[in-house]
């Protein structure tokens, strides 16, 4: 037995037991004297003492040899520790050893294992073994743990059924670059790793198993950023006999649940608000609605005066930043740089100080009146004290590099609190969007997604139009979850491979298999899937997933640990039938 008890454990009521612990050697503290050591394990730390006068010799003299990260195991007795430490659960204690072991020796670590660590992301992206002894890094993990239970309990007690599904597939356009996996026994064929188990979640339910999750890796060959991995995983669940209604329901109970018993916050309905009028008001299809800061459309305020720059624009849009009015030329010219920075791509920006005795000062006071500038208060929201940033341009481009800056503004602004939970529904997204590289349509969500029945005469004179029956879940400004009711008809989905500019063989090719099941009674259908790395994260009061996730990739898809990708040798290349060029 390595050990009896754990380093989280012993308490007041322990005193006078003898104890087995087996741990890390946190730090030690060698008086001559005495010695302490702090042991570390999973469950926390334990003070241990070694004292000349009532320890074995050998024994004392062994623990002086004690280095960082030395693995040992300990026996003694728990005694009433003399200084005690508030701070741990631990702290009233100590173990007075009798029996030392040093199970395995430690070089020095390339970084402190300390909450507050002295490591750069590189070096512990290297180490990350070492990481994870971390508090910060252990604690994430047990969170991510604590999460994925919930859903299961959550689920199973709904009579979902978790099935596993293939990871070899076969290659589909599903929007992203897939990873390819070469065949040995089949020559020059390939497998695909799966961008999500779509096709074969819609074939459970075409056998009938009804309601089906998993929570499950999938892969997509795409740049990455700080919530997005090449390898990443979905809580993927599908329903039979559904309509959106019941969809929306189900899976707004598991996140009313999950923010119930993970953060002990109480939601009540979720707020669902259109496609349309979220890229109207907030600038993007995942708002954050923690904060105010809604869109006010100027143009008719605006326009027909005489400053060139906003008469020739197709939208003139700005936002009423609460409480900034004091910003000094400095800071105002530093929002300036910010939005044309290449990210961004504004041209400029415009400002009104909306002063405490109710006038205005405006970058553009040249061109506009009091009476113009409040009727721009008026229809932003600003209040004195307040300030009004407005931009001009092309519609879209504008509303997403305003949407930028109301985003920058609120994080400086301290109003993303992550203690704070804002979820909502966006719902009617367009079932199809134009691609002007490749001149024809693409699926927004996926070729699966049907379309609102009441659009469907749309699909012929005026496809951009068309609504899908398609929703996301958004928490935090952050899109957690999306889904859709699927096609279940041959004919529809014929239809569907028609209008994002498949040929009838290119559609059997790809997709036959999901064509000939629908043949035989493929039921109703449709289902949802969380990004479980971007939910625990949020849950957890961050927007980077890195830390939840055990062994993750830097930007540039590497594992730095394992050195992975690499090169392979040539006698694989040549058994896998692949030159390099």
Not at 60 to 89: C, D, M, S, W, Y
Not at 99 to 123: A, M, Y
Not at 202 to 223: A, H, N, P, S, T
Not at 271 to 281: E, F, G, L, V
Request: glycine share 8%; net charge negative.
């Amino acid at each position: 037995m390595y050990r009896s008890h754990n380093c989280g454990e012993l308490n007041a009521s322990h005193i006078n037991t003898e104890v087995t612990l087996a741990g890390w050697v946190q730090k030690s503290r060698d008086k001559g004297f005495m010695n302490w050591v702090d042991l570390r394990d999973r469950y926390g730390i334990t003070q241990l003492i070694f004292d000349e006068g009532r320890s074995d010799k050998t024994v004392f003299e062994l623990a002086k040899t004690l280095g960082r990260e030395f693995v040992v195991q300990v026996k003694g007795t728990v005694i009433e520790r003399e200084a005690k430490n508030k701070n741990i659960p631990t702290g009233e204690v100590e173990i007075l050893v009798t029996e030392l072991n040093i199970l395995n020796s430690s070089l020095t670590p390339p970084f402190t294992i300390e909450d507050e660590t002295d490591g750069g992301e590189d070096i512990r992206m290297k180490y990350r073994y070492l990481d994870i002894r971390r508090n910060p890094v252990k604690n994430s993990l047990l969170f991510r743990h604590k999460v994925a239970m919930e859903v299961r309990k959550y689920l199973s007690d709904l009579d979902f059924c978790e099935v596993e599904t293939p990871y070899l597939i076969k290659s589909t356009p599903e929007g992203a670059r897939d990873f390819v996996v070469p065949s040995r026994m089949n020559e020059g064929q390939f497998y695909a790793l799966p961008q999500s188990p779509q096709t074969f979640k819609q074939l459970l339910m075409v056998g009938g198993m009804d309601k089906y999750f998993q929570i499950v890796k999938c892969f997509r060959d795409e740049d990455l950023r700080a919530d997005r991995q090449p390898e990443f995983t979905q809580i993927d669940c599908e329903m039979a006999f559904v309509e959106q209604e019941d969809i929306l329901n189900v899976f707004e109970g598991l996140t009313r649940h999950l923010l119930k018993e993970i953060k002990g916050v109480e939601v009540e309905k979720f707020p669902r608000m259109t496609y349309d009028h979220a890229m109207k008001t907030y600038g993007n299809d995942k708002p954050d609605i923690r904060f105010g800061m809604e869109f006010g459309e100027l143009n008719e305020v605006a326009k027909s005066k005489e400053f060139p720059v906003f008469n020739a624009a197709e939208l003139v849009v700005g936002i009423a930043v609460p409480g900034v009015g004091n910003y000094t030329r400095k800071e105002i010219d530093g929002l300036i740089d910010w939005v044309k920075r290449p990210q961004v791509g504004a041209s400029g920006m415009v400002y009104v100080k909306c002063n405490e005795d109710g006038t205005y000062k405006s970058s553009v006071d040249k061109f506009y009146n009091q009476n113009d500038l409040s009727n721009w208060a008026k229809t932003t929201g600003a209040q004195p004290g307040d300030m009004i940033f407005v931009l001009s341009g092309p519609a879209d481009k504008t509303r997403g590099q305003l949407s930028a800056l109301r985003m920058e503004l609120a994080t400086r602004l301290g109003l993303r609190k992550p203690t704070e939970f804002a979820p909502l529904w966006v719902v009617d997204f367009p079932l199809l969007e134009f691609d002007e590289e490749s001149g024809r349509y693409h699926a927004m969500h996926h070729p699966f997604t049907s379309p609102k029945p009441e659009d469907m005469h749309l699909l012929e004179t005026n496809p951009g139009k068309v609504r899908a029956n398609a929703y996301d879940m958004v928490l935090n400004g952050n899109e957690i979850g999306g889904g859709s009711i699927r096609i279940h008809d041959k004919a529809t989905q014929q239809l569907m491979f028609k209008y994002l500019g498949f040929t009838e063989e290119e559609a059997k090719a790809q997709f036959g298999f999901l064509m000939d099941a629908f043949q035989f009674g493929a039921p109703p259908h449709g289902g949802l899937a969380f990004g479980l790395d971007r939910l625990v994260a949020i849950l957890g009061g961050q927007e980077t997933i890195r830390d939840f996730i055990a062994f993750p990739k830097n930007n540039s898809g590497r594992d730095v640990m394992i050195d992975a990708p690499s090169k392979i040798d040539e006698s694989q290349l040549k058994e896998l039938h692949i030159k390099l060029t």
